[in-house]
Structure formats: structure tokens, C-alpha cells
């Protein structure tokens, strides 16, 4: 087995070829074992040759260096906020807002806002004079259509944290407003800005597996992530934010629609909360995980084990990051993240299967499930001419004539200016095209501009409306 990664590992090195800033980096596959593995028990793997598949900079391409807003200094806003530490020739934090005292002092030292600069509810910075060329809005959900509005209204461009909005005619109120003020808007879809999707999408545009016939796409949301963020977290009520589907798969459908590059007709989808309530609480299970449960030791989603001894996701807790099991367990008393997964008021949907059917009679379908052991898409694309099958670190491209198996492997944040760039580099891929949208003045270098985004939002829309109708629902763009 040592043998077959270390000839998997030579076939990444020579099947990424890639380029940043003028120098070769090398990248490496994974330890663990590969798609290819997976799919071949013997035989020869080849690295993809012939489709250039570039890794750009990070750095934006221009001298200017735009200013920006954060609105909503959570865990998202934290990740655009780093682009400023990293590229401060490209862009500059001047202004923060945050209800959260916090998260409001911890982002705005960092980056050294004055304090006529920081402000607590996104009201006070929409009625003070505009301080930027852009603002970042990743606030909750329900909060999103009214604050991307005023910003725009206001004559902010928008880096918008997706979902957009919670219906469709907020959304496409969005897109007749962006369109109004003549302001960029660019949705959070960082999966298009990531290396291994846009390889992904070239293969099938290069027709190397011929015309696609069908794509399987699963997005394993991982256990204990599906407890934390919508069973206990911001995302539990579908009313409160918006449906899972587009709370967490939003993402998914984009990325099939832009593979696909072809309109979706209709859709059909099902799923419920099969797990996570009440009906399903052992005997003696306390209200929250903190009141001394019986069950703690067998149960996956224990949160003093969670959060306290593997120190899981705690950044939600605002502590410090030396804080102990004690404080930790001190603050789960008094949160929802304390609270046990079978008595919270939570009704997103635990399993969710949809089939989407495009122009020309394409299909895909999606499958979003809570209960699995790891995260990261899984994607199969069926062709013509050949088979597509990878897990987001690598892909294996198949042709029906050959039987060989041709592999793109790099890990992307083995590339040191990729190193913690998030979502397999998406997430910073995405500010620098955003900064030079902004520079140029050019929405066109933008993957995911508004208009594409309100797209595969109505998808979504259309998507929960099957579900809960029981009935195949047209997608009208």
C-alpha cells in the first residue's frame, strides 16, 4: 500500500503542474486513502495531461488597494477579514460592526480600526457616512437582505456571505438593486474559487469524457458538524434562517449548475428531521448536556465532551483560546450549544435527496446527509466517453476506451501561500477576485457574480417547495 501512495503522490506532483507567481510549488497528496484506491485494484494511474489547470496567486493582480467593511465579525467575517493581514498592499479593514462586544474589539484591534470606526448593530454603520469602497456582510441570514440593500443603496460594493436572502423575491430584489446603484455583488460561493473544482469543471469542458449524461453529488455534512450548527447552532430553524438546503447546500446546487453550465427545468426532492428530537431521547436524558446526562459516555453529540475535552468548535463560545474545561462547561450552561440534540427547538431536515433535471435532458442528484463519519463533497460525473469520480482532494477521470485511470491530486494548502486558505483555497481565492473586481471596476472577474448566485438560490427555493409539497416543482429563472 506504501508503494501504491507513494506512485499516487508522484502522479499529484506531476498532475498539478501548476504555477504560482512565477514559481513551480509541489503538492502532495493525502495520507489517507485516495479515490484512486478506492476505485482501481490494480493497473497503472496516469497523471492528467493536456488541461492546463492554473493555481493562481493569492494576491490580487493591481496597485490599488480597496478598503472594506466587516458586518458581522463571527467566523466567517474572520475569514476575510485575514486577506487584509495577508495581502495589506491589496486591502485594508477600516470599519467593523458587531452586536457582539467581542468579536467587535477582537477583529477591530487586529486590524487597527479607530474607534470612531467601530460599531455595534449594523444600523449605526448604515447611517454613518460611507467609509469604503466595499463591505463584507456575514451576519445571519434573516439580517442579510436588509443590510445588502442599504449597502447598496448606500453605494457600497458587497462581498455578501450566502444564503443571499430568505425567499427568492428578496433575492431578486438584491439583484435589480445591485443592478440600480451599479455595485458589484459577489455571493460566497468560495467552491468555484477552489483549484480542485475549477480543474474539475475543465475536465468536463475539455470533452474528455464526452458529453455529460448524469452527476451524482453528495455533500456528508459530518455528525457532530449537522449538532452544532443546526441542531444547536444559528442555523437550527429553517423559518429563523433559511432551510437547510440552502443554508448548507446552497453551495452544491451552484457548483452541479456551473459544471453543468446548463439551465435547471425542474426538481423533485424529499427529506425530514428523522433523528434529532424528542421522540428520540434516551431514558433520563436532561435538558442540557451539562445537568449531568446518564448517557454522556455512549452519546456522540455530548457537549462538555465536544466542546470541553476535544475542544471542538469553540470559537462560537467567545472565550480565550487557553480557556479551561471549567469555563468552557461554564459557558455551555448558559447557550445553546450546552443543550442536549433530542430537546432543542430544532426542525432542519437530518436527510435530504433531490434530482435536478437540466436542459437537453440531463440529470444530477443530491444527496445532503447528516450522519456520516467525515465531511468534504463526494462527485460522480457520468459522460459519453468516460467516468469522473472524486472527494474534493482528488478526482480520477476514466475513459471508456483506455480503461486506464488519469488522477488530479494536489493538496492544495500544502502550498504555502494556500496554507489555511479555506474551503481547499475557495475562500481567499474568492476575496482576490473580488478585490480585483472592485480595482478594475469589472464584475466579469467574478465566478460568482449575483445574477449566476440568484440562480442557484431559485434551485434551492424550488427544491424546499417539492419537499414540502410532495410534488415536482419548475425552476423559473
Known amino acids: 500500500m506504501s508503494s501504491r501512495r507513494d506512485f499516487l503522490r508522484n502522479c499529484g ?20 486513502p485516495s479515490t484512486a484506491e478506492s476505485l482501481f485494484a490494480a493497473g497503472d494511474y496516469e497523471p492528467l495531461k493536456g488541461i492546463k489547470f492554473p493555481i493562481r496567486s ?46 467587535l474589539k477582537k477583529m477591530a484591534d487586529a486590524h487597527n480600526v479607530p474607534q470612531e470606526n467601530r460599531f455595534g448593530d449594523y444600523h449605526e454603520i448604515m447611517a454613518a457616512p460611507k467609509l469604503a469602497d466595499a463591505m463584507v456582510i456575514s451576519l445571519p441570514d434573516d439580517l442579510h437582505y ?37 455595485r458589484i ?41 449537522m449538532a452544532h450548527s443546526y441542531v444547536r447552532g444559528n442555523w437550527h430553524s429553517s423559518k429563523a434562517t433559511t432551510p437547510i438546503i440552502l443554508a448548507k447546500s446552497c453551495h452544491d446546487l451552484d457548483i452541479i449548475r456551473w459544471i453543468l453550465d446548463k439551465p435547471c427545468k425542474r426538481v423533485a426532492a424529499e427529506g425530514s428531521l428523522y433523528y434529532f428530537k424528542a421522540a428520540n431521547a434516551p431514558e433520563g436524558a436532561p435538558m442540557r448536556c451539562t445537568d ?20 471542538q468548535r469553540r470559537s462560537v463560545l467567545d472565550l480565550d483560546g487557553k480557556a479551561s474545561v471549567e469555563e468552557v462547561v461554564a459557558k455551555l450552561k448558559t447557550t445553546d450549544y450546552g443543550r442536549c440534540v433530542f430537546h432543542c427547538d430544532n426542525d432542519q431536515p437530518d436527510h435530504y435527496v433531490t ?31 468516460g467516468y469522473i469520480e472524486g472527494d474534493m482532494k482528488e478526482f480520477v477521470v476514466t475513459d471508456f476506451i483506455s480503461r486506464k485511470g488519469k488522477i488530479w491530486n494536489m493538496d492544495v494548502e500544502e502550498v504555502p501561500e494556500y496554507k489555511g486558505a479555506g474551503h481547499g483555497g475557495g475562500d481567499l481565492a474568492l476575496f482576490r477576485d473580488f478585490v480585483e473586481a472592485i480595482a478594475y471596476e469589472d464584475p466579469t472577474r467574478l465566478t460568482s457574480n449575483i445574477e449566476a448566485s440568484v440562480e442557484s438560490h431559485i434551485i434551492g427555493f424550488m427544491c424546499e417547495k417539492s419537499r414540502l409539497s410532495g410534488k415536482k416543482a419548475e425552476v423559473k429563472i
Request: proline content about 4%; aromatic content about 10%; glycine content about 8%.
Open 13 to 32: 506532483l506531476l498532475a498539478a503542474g501548476t504555477t504560482l507567481g512565477g514559481l513551480n510549488f509541489e503538492a502532495f497528496a493525502s495520507n489517507s
Open 58 to 103: 493569492l494576491k490580487a493582480q493591481t496597485d490599488k488597494q480597496i478598503s472594506y467593511v466587516v458586518v458581522g465579525a463571527g467566523n466567517r467575517g474572520n475569514v476575510y477579514s485575514r486577506y487584509a493581514k495577508r495581502f495589506p498592499e491589496n486591502a485594508k479593514i477600516v470599519g467593523v460592526s458587531d452586536i457582539n462586544e467581542f468579536r
Open 146 to 182: 436588509e443590510a445588502c440593500m442599504l449597502a447598496l443603496a448606500k453605494g457600497y460594493h458587497v462581498l455578501l456571505e450566502k444564503p443571499i436572502a430568505q425567499t427568492e423575491k428578496e433575492c431578486r430584489n438584491i439583484l435589480a438593486q445591485s443592478r440600480k446603484y451599479n
Open 185 to 225: 455583488v459577489a455571493v460566497c460561493h468560495v467552491l468555484r474559487y477552489a483549484p480542485y473544482f475549477i480543474a474539475l469543471r475543465e475536465v468536463v469542458r475539455s470533452g474528455l469524457i464526452g458529453d455529460v449524461v448524469s452527476i451524482q453529488h453528495l455533500e456528508p455534512i459530518e455528525a457532530t458538524h
Open 292 to 311: 449531568g446526562c446518564p448517557h454522556a459516555d455512549s452519546c456522540p453529540f455530548d457537549a462538555v465532551r465536544l466542546y470541553g475535552k476535544l475542544k
Open 355 to 385: 434530482t435536478l433535471e437540466f436542459e437537453d435532458g440531463v440529470t444530477a442528484s443530491f444527496s445532503m446527509e447528516a450522519f456520516t463519519p467525515w465531511g468534504g463533497r463526494r462527485t460522480r460525473i457520468m459522460g459519453t466517453k
